[in-house]
């Protein structure tokens, strides 16, 4: 994480975020691990990895404790992660490629309705250059270039289309407030305020749904090398190597902690490197914004 980066971050709130950068500010900090083994029902962050996984964050554990940093081992709420009630909908899917083809299939109802509302914004506001205005443009130019625009399907696409676009819908509204006291309130603040944690350790993207829905921030840096997922088509060949980060999570507006954790963290292990045949980049690749 280079300064460069983070004086990016900080543009938008005119702040100078870089002050936050100290290769020693992992000492004290309280760090929360969402597993406790011994509620296997609950330890759904941590439970599910694969053997190079769970060694790429014992290592990250063990990097933070030795930089000072105290460990609070604990599972987050039951009902932090699971979700309120109608919080997720029913959609059919149709992707040629899953496994429940056909089939219906559920999907949060905040994401269903706000990507048709954020897209067709993004669409108006920002693509100047393209005569793809909406969501229902993108739906038809799929449909007319199947073969090459259309091998997962674009059953996300059709359900979002089906709402009206504004985000007035009233399963919408009930939804985003489930949303909001499952992950948030009964969730994320249960979780730090009973063990008055600076952030949450989560492997790689895992926690980013119950962030996302809080509304709270992460950040994730590199931490080690994994592979194991299996090819489609190729019988078991396992993919290449491929990085792992480790995401730390706050609370809203608490960037500046999490920063300076993430960046003590970073320091303390140089874990960043390309995976194994990626070409490096072209110089003209690192001229945009060179670290300090």
């Given at each position: 994480?280079t ?26 900090a309280?760090?929360g ?6 509620d ?7 439970g599910?990895?694969?053997?190079r996984a ?14 000072g940093a105290?460990i ?7 009902a ?8 997720d909908?029913?959609?059919l899917?149709?992707?040629p ?13 905040v ?28 739906i ?9 625009a259309?091998r ?16 007035s819908?009233?399963?919408y ?5 489930m949303?909001?006291?499952?992950a948030?309130d ?8 009973a ?9 790689g ?36 190597d ?6 730390f ?13 993430a ?8 874990a960043?490197?390309?995976?194994p045949?990626v070409?490096?980049?072209?110089p003209?690749?690192m001229r ?5």
């Amino acid at each position: 994480m280079t300064r460069a980066v983070v004086e990016v971050i900080a543009a938008d709130v005119g702040g100078d975020y870089t002050a936050f950068l100290d290769k020693d500010g992992l000492r004290g900090a309280r760090i929360g691990v969402p597993s406790d083994t011994s509620d296997v029902a609950n330890d759904v962050y941590y439970g599910p990895l694969k053997a190079r996984a769970r060694a790429v964050m014992r290592e990250t554990i063990a990097t933070l404790e030795a930089a000072g940093a105290v460990i609070v081992r604990a599972n987050i709420p039951t009902a932090g992660w699971i979700g309120g009630p109608g919080t997720d909908m029913a959609i059919l899917d149709r992707n040629p490629e899953s496994p429940d083809r056909n089939k219906p299939v559920r999907r949060p109802i905040v994401l269903v309705y706000e990507f048709k509302h954020d897209l067709n914004a993004y669409l108006r506001d920002w693509a100047k250059g393209t005569g793809v205005k909406t969501m229902a443009d993108i739906i038809a130019f799929n449909a007319a270039h199947a073969d090459k625009a259309l091998r997962f399907g674009q059953d996300l696409f059709v359900a979002a289309q089906a709402t009206r676009g504004d985000l007035s819908e009233i399963e919408y509204k009930a939804a985003r407030q489930m949303d909001l006291r499952a992950a948030r309130d009964l969730g994320l603040d249960a979780y730090m305020d009973a063990h008055k944690l600076d952030a949450v350790l989560f492997p790689g993207w895992s926690g980013a749904a119950i962030a996302a829905k809080a509304g709270y921030p992460s950040v994730m840096v590199p931490a080690g090398m994994i592979s194991g997922a299996t090819i489609p088509g190729v019988g078991d060949k396992d993919t290449p190597d491929y990085p792992l980060g480790a995401t730390f999570a706050g609370r809203a507006w608490s960037e500046p902690t999490l920063l300076r954790i993430a960046y003590a963290f970073e320091q303390a292990t140089k874990a960043r490197r390309p995976p194994p045949g990626v070409p490096a980049l072209a110089p003209e690749c690192m001229r945009l914004a060179p670290a300090k």
